[in-house]
C-alpha cells in the first residue's frame, strides 16, 4: 500500500523539478536582483528609482492605457459577435465560430507582417499613428481571447432565465441588462484578464508595426539590453505585483471564472 | 348562482413546427375563472406547448387565444398578466430571494417600500419568513420551488401557470407541496393552470383535468368524470390502472368480452364492437362456477392497502385488486357489477395509406414495388406496349393524377424484427393491452402513425418492420 502511493507520487517529481528549475529558483533570483545593486548590497533604491523616474513612470502610464483601450476595443467587438452566435439557431454556428478563431491557428509575425503591410498601405506610413496602429494589432491578435469564454458563458446560459424574466415583465432590453449581462460577467472576466494582461507586456506588436515608444515589456528588455539587471528585476516584479492585484480583484468570481474560462 | 365568466379561451390552436411535426393540433378550450385546471398527459402530448402558447414563449400557427374576450395570441410574454412557475424553478442565480421576487415588482416600477411589504407577505404564504437575503444555491430543492410560486404569485397574476413544478421533489415533499398549492389556489383565487403526466397528482389537485394524447384533447372533465367514465380506451389506460377489452354487443344491456357475457348498463345497438373498461378494483373473485368467466390465477402482489391479483382466463389476463389474497394455482370465478363496466364504441383503427404509381404503373410504397396489378384496380384498363395506361374505354390514363389509398386492418399486420423485410419502418410510439393482445401505435419512418393488433409483447421505442400482406389490402383508386 505504502509503495502505492510512493510510486503514484513519484509521478509528480519530474513537473516538481520543472517547477523548482525554472519557476521558483528564477522568481528568486529576480527578487534577489530587485532589492540588491551592482555591489550587492540589499536595497530598494530600484524600487524608489522606479517610481521616481518620469520615464519609466510614463512606460507604465502607455502601457496601461494601451492595454485599456485595446481590452476595451475588444471587448466591444466580442460581445456582440458573442452573444448573436450563441443565441442564434443557425446551424453553421460553429464554423462561423471557426472561422472568427481561426487567425489563432496562424503564425504570429506571419499574421502581424501582413496587418502591417495592410496598415501601410492605408496609412502611407506607420509612424503618423503608432498608438492607433499598436491597438489594431493587439486587438487582432487577442479578439479570440475575448470571443472564446464570452461565448462560451452565454451558450451555457439557461434560456428558461431568459423566458423567466420576460414572464416578470421583462421586454427584450431588460432581460438583457439584467439577466443575460451579469450572468456573463465571468466570461466577461476571464476575456479581460486575457487580453488585458498580455497586451501590457507584449512588445512584439509595437516592435513589429514600428511603434518605437517603450511599454512595460520593452522597457524590461530594455534594461537587460544595457546590463542594468537589478532596475529591469524591480520592473518585472512591479508587474508581477500588478497581475497578482488584478488576480485578487476578481477572485471573488474565482469559481465563475474557472467555469466562464475556456481555452484551447 | 352567478355564471363564473371564462377567463381564458384557447380557439382551433395548432402548432406546427417547422419541421412539420405538430405539437398541439385542433385544440379548444375555455378556462373559467378561479378554477384549477390540469393538463395531463404522457411526454410528448403537447401539454408543455400548450402551456407555452398561453404564456407568450411560443405564438400558434394558427388559432386564436382571448383573455377575457381580448385576443393576446400576439402579445409578447411581458405584456400579458400571466406568470409561470417553471418546470426547474429558473431562479436567478446571481440574485438573493428578496431580488429575485422583487423582479416583477420592480419592472412594475413599484416603490421600494410596498415592494418590502408585499415580499415579506408573500414569503408567509410559501412558508419562508426570513429568508429574503439567503442566496439561491443555499436552498433545497422544496425550498427553491416554493421562492419560484412566490416569485410568481408576487406579482398578483390573473392567471399561474405551472409546468411540472413538483417533478423534481421527492415522493414526500411532491405530497406535501400538493396540499399547499391546492391551499394556496383556494388563499389567492387565481385561475391555476397545471401541468403534469403524474395522474395521481392531477386527480389530487384539479378542479377539471384535460387529457391530451399526440397534440389532441383526449378529454376534459371533472377527476370523477375521467376516472369513472373515460372517453377512451387511451385515458382508460392512462388514468389509473385498466382491464381494456375489444368486445361486442350481443343484445339489450348485454355484451360480450373476454370470453364470457356481461350484463352491463351502456346501450348500444346489438352488434356493435365495442371496448369494456373494468377498474381492477371492479374485478370481484368468486367460487369457480359462480362468477361470469372462471380463471386461473397466475400471481399475487401485496400492495400495502390490497392485494394485486393477475387473473388468467382464456386467452385473456385480468388483472384484479382485493383486500383478501389469493394463491397463484387457484380456479377462481370472476364477475362484475354492470355499473362498473364501462362501455365505449370501438373505435376504428383502420389504416389508411397512399401508394404511389411508378413510370413502370406499378405500385410503390416507401420505395417498394406492391405484388399488385394496377391493371387489375382499375377495372377494364390495360397496358399498351409503348407503356401507357387506358381505361376501359381506350382514354389514356395519366399516373400523376390517379389517387391509390390502402387501407389495411390492424389485426392484419404483422411485427417483425427483420424490418427491412417490413413495407415501412418505424418504432413503437404507445401500447395498450388488452386482455388477449396488445394494441401498438407504431410511429413510421414517413411520419405516419399506423395501428397494430399484435398477441406478442414488444417494448416502446422498439424499431420493427411492418410485415402487410398484400391479399389484406383493400385499394380504393380516385381519379
Known amino acids: ?264 | 348562482m352567478e355564471q363564473k365568466t371564462n377567463i381564458i379561451e384557447l380557439k382551433h390552436i395548432t402548432k406546427t413546427y417547422k419541421d412539420g411535426f405538430s405539437a398541439v393540433s385542433d385544440l379548444s378550450l375555455e378556462v373559467k375563472k378561479g378554477e384549477f385546471i390540469t393538463f395531463l398527459g404522457p411526454s410528448g402530448c403537447g401539454k408543455t406547448t400548450t402551456l407555452r402558447m398561453i404564456a407568450g414563449f411560443d405564438v400558434p400557427t394558427e388559432g386564436d387565444i382571448l383573455l377575457n374576450g381580448t385576443s393576446i395570441t400576439e402579445l409578447p410574454p411581458n405584456e400579458r398578466p400571466i406568470n409561470t412557475v417553471f418546470q426547474r424553478y429558473a431562479l436567478f442565480p446571481h440574485m438573493n430571494i428578496y431580488e429575485n421576487i422583487a423582479f416583477g415588482l420592480r419592472q412594475k416600477k413599484m416603490p421600494e417600500n410596498i415592494i418590502v411589504k408585499k415580499i415579506k407577505k408573500v414569503l408567509e404564504l410559501v412558508d419562508l419568513e426570513g429568508f429574503e437575503k439567503r442566496s439561491i444555491d443555499t436552498l433545497s430543492g422544496g425550498q427553491q420551488q416554493r421562492v419560484a410560486i412566490a416569485r410568481a404569485v408576487v406579482n398578483e397574476p390573473q392567471i399561474l401557470l405551472l409546468d411540472e413544478p413538483l417533478g423534481a421533489l421527492d415522493l414526500k415533499m411532491r405530497k406535501e407541496m400538493q396540499l399547499e398549492l391546492k391551499e394556496m389556489h383556494r388563499e389567492l383565487g387565481i385561475t391555476f393552470i397545471y401541468v403534469t403526466h403524474d395522474q395521481e397528482e392531477a386527480l389530487t389537485m384539479s378542479d377539471k383535468i384535460v387529457v391530451m394524447a399526440e397534440g389532441k384533447m383526449q378529454q376534459i372533465g371533472t377527476p370523477e368524470d375521467i376516472y369513472n367514465e373515460p372517453a377512451n380506451a387511451f385515458v382508460a389506460d392512462f388514468i389509473g390502472d385498466s382491464n381494456i377489452f375489444n368486445g361486442i354487443m350481443t343484445g339489450k344491456l348485454k355484451a360480450r368480452f373476454c370470453g364470457g357475457e356481461f350484463a352491463c348498463v351502456d346501450d348500444f345497438e346489438e352488434g356493435t364492437h365495442i371496448t369494456a373498461v373494468v377498474r381492477p378494483e371492479d374485478v370481484l373473485l368468486t367460487e369457480p362456477g359462480q362468477g361470469k368467466i372462471r380463471g386461473i390465477v397466475t400471481s399475487v402482489i401485496f400492495k400495502g392497502m390490497h392485494y394485486e391479483i393477475t387473473i388468467e382466463s382464456g386467452k385473456n389476463e385480468i388483472i384484479a385488486q382485493s383486500v383478501n389474497s389469493a394463491a397463484a394455482g387457484d380456479r377462481v370465478g370472476i364477475y362484475v357489477e354492470p355499473d362498473n363496466i364501462h362501455i365505449m364504441l370501438a373505435e376504428d383503427h383502420t389504416n389508411i395509406f397512399a401508394a404511389e404509381i411508378n413510370r413502370n404503373y406499378e405500385l410503390e410504397y416507401n420505395g417498394k414495388v406492391l405484388d399488385v396489378q394496377l391493371t387489375d384496380l382499375i377495372k377494364g384498363s390495360r397496358l399498351t406496349e409503348d407503356g401507357t395506361l387506358l381505361d376501359g374505354n381506350g382514354l389514356e390514363l395519366d399516373r400523376n393524377k390517379l389517387r391509390i389509398k390502402i387501407s389495411i386492418k390492424p389485426t392484419d399486420i404483422e411485427l417483425t424484427d427483420e424490418q427491412e423485410e417490413g413495407l415501412v419502418q418505424g418504432y413503437i410510439s404507445n401500447l395498450i393491452y388488452k386482455g388477449d393482445h396488445y394494441s401498438y401505435v407504431i410511429h413510421t419512418d414517413l411520419e405516419q402513425d399506423f395501428v397494430v393488433n399484435d398477441e406478442y409483447l414488444w417494448n416502446m421505442e422498439d424499431q420493427v418492420g411492418l410485415l402487410m400482406p398484400v391479399d389484406k389490402m383493400v385499394f380504393t383508386v380516385k381519379k
Open chain 1, 1 to 264: 500500500m505504502q509503495k502505492k502511493i510512493l510510486s503514484r507520487k513519484s509521478l509528480g517529481i519530474p513537473y516538481m523539478i520543472f517547477l523548482a528549475l525554472f519557476v521558483m529558483a528564477p522568481l528568486f533570483v529576480l527578487i534577489y536582483y530587485a532589492f540588491t545593486n551592482g555591489q550587492g548590497e540589499i536595497t530598494i533604491q530600484n524600487l524608489t528609482g522606479f517610481f521616481s523616474d518620469p520615464n519609466t513612470l510614463g512606460t507604465l502610464c502607455y502601457s496601461f492605457g494601451i492595454a485599456a483601450v485595446t481590452t476595451a476595443v475588444c471587448l466591444l467587438l466580442a460581445y456582440p459577435v458573442a452573444y448573436v452566435l450563441a443565441t442564434s439557431h443557425l446551424k453553421e454556428k460553429s464554423v462561423i465560430l471557426l472561422l472568427f478563431i481561426m487567425p489563432m491557428w496562424i503564425n504570429f509575425s506571419l499574421r502581424i507582417t501582413a496587418l502591417k503591410e495592410l496598415l501601410t498601405w492605408l496609412e502611407g506610413n506607420l509612424a503618423y499613428h503608432p498608438f492607433l496602429n499598436t491597438v489594431i494589432g493587439m486587438t487582432y491578435d487577442f479578439l479570440p481571447f475575448m470571443i472564446l469564454p464570452i461565448y462560451t458563458t452565454i451558450s451555457k446560459l439557461d434560456g428558461a432565465l431568459l423566458e423567466a424574466a420576460r414572464d416578470l415583465g421583462a421586454g427584450e432590453l431588460q432581460a438583457f441588462l439584467k439577466v443575460t449581462l451579469p450572468l456573463s460577467l465571468p466570461g466577461i472576466i476571464s476575456g479581460v484578464s486575457m487580453v488585458f494582461l498580455p497586451a501590457m507586456t507584449n512588445y512584439v506588436v509595437l516592435d513589429m508595426l514600428y511603434n518605437s515608444t517603450y511599454i512595460m515589456g520593452s522597457l524590461i528588455g530594455s534594461y537587460f539590453a544595457s546590463y542594468n539587471w537589478h532596475g529591469g528585476s524591480m520592473i518585472a516584479l512591479i508587474l508581477l505585483g500588478i497581475v497578482c492585484l488584478f488576480t485578487l480583484l476578481t477572485r471573488g468570481d474565482e469559481e465563475e471564472t474557472a467555469r466562464g474560462g475556456v481555452l484551447l
